[in-house]
């Protein structure tokens, strides 16, 4: 029953998030994509500290550092993600973006490595690698006669959102806090709404004063900010408490076909052979990088024991 009761909650994470890129790209035809971002994680933080004191939990930082993971994740992970993330989507299709993201189960841990001295990156975690990071290629398919192309721009700026992601990860790794993972979640939201806002104030090609709030708008933006937003996060702890980081980390490579599913079914576009191409080789490189990961999960399966949330 447990194991049947997560799996449906895998998927239903997979499924929300998934549609969240289609929600995106909705949002995104009445509202510029830093603002749009800013006002989905205003909404979202309010929700999560409201739940934060519901519960009762500490929500305000006692020391120094339990401030790092929450500026940290919240410029990083939060806003400098999501402002390169939709902007990106307003290139490409939400579901040749959510594709792209699947890099960052790469990246986070590559990039680790990389600032680690006592972690070094093996032959075939460099091959892994090496795979993931020509999946990019693949699905930017970038045109030398036109280096700025819509496709490679958007792949460019979804590279970014990735790349973004993963140092947020990296420079909250371990840090210690004895704050809640939803209050900590809750200030990273906070945090990165408000790097959203400066942001979007900031840019010379994007106004507040652009959103045009349809009833259309509204529904996309609620979607992403309470649905997606709140709701997904809680639900993406529930699980990483439960089946631990590695099994976690193939959320990245459910969403696509998610998103893919909704583009499908409310647009009718169909994923082009290069962007199926591209995943594969992401999703290849992934289990190369992560082999010593994934077989000690499988090991833990069959043995019936939990994973532990900071498995490797």
Do not use: C
């Amino acid at each position: 029953m447990s194991r049947s009761r997560t799996l449906v909650a895998f998927l239903t994470l997979s499924a929300v998030w998934g549609s969240a890129f289609l929600a995106t790209d909705v949002a995104l035809g009445f509202v510029p994509p830093a603002f749009l971002a800013a006002i989905r994680f205003d909404i979202a933080a309010v929700l999560l500290f409201a739940l934060t004191v519901a519960r009762g939990d500490r929500f305000i930082p006692a020391a120094r550092g339990e401030w790092k993971p929450i500026l940290a994740g919240g410029v990083f992970s939060i806003g400098a993600h999501h402002a390169l993330l939709f902007s990106g989507q307003v290139y490409i299709p939400g579901s040749v973006a959510s594709v792209l993201l699947g890099i960052i189960p790469l990246a986070t841990p590559a990039l680790t490595r990389l600032t680690s001295s006592r972690e070094r990156l093996t032959p075939l975690g460099a091959a892994g690698l090496t795979l993931g990071f020509l999946g990019l290629i693949v699905i930017a398919n970038p045109d030398p006669e036109n280096l700025l192309s819509s496709n490679l721009v958007g792949a460019v700026l979804v590279l970014g959102s990735a790349l973004a992601f993963a140092f947020g990860a990296v420079f909250t790794h371990d840090s210690e806090t004895g704050m809640s993972l939803l209050a900590v979640q809750a200030w990273m939201m906070l945090i990165g709404a408000i790097t959203l806002h400066v942001t979007s104030a900031a840019l010379p090609w994007e106004s507040a004063a652009d959103a045009t709030w349809t009833a259309t708008a509204l529904v996309a933006t609620g979607y992403l900010s309470v649905v997606a937003g709140a709701g997904g996060f809680l639900l993406y702890f529930w699980l990483l408490d439960r089946i631990g980081p590695i099994e976690v980390s193939l959320l990245e490579y459910v969403i696509p076909l998610f998103a893919a599913l909704a583009e499908l079914v409310f647009f009718g576009r169909i994923p082009t052979a290069t962007t199926a191409a591209g995943f594969a080789l992401i999703f290849v490189g992934f289990v190369l990088f992560k082999r010593d990961a994934i077989r000690g999960e499988l090991r833990r399966a069959v043995n019936g024991r939990p994973a532990r949330a900071n498995d490797d």
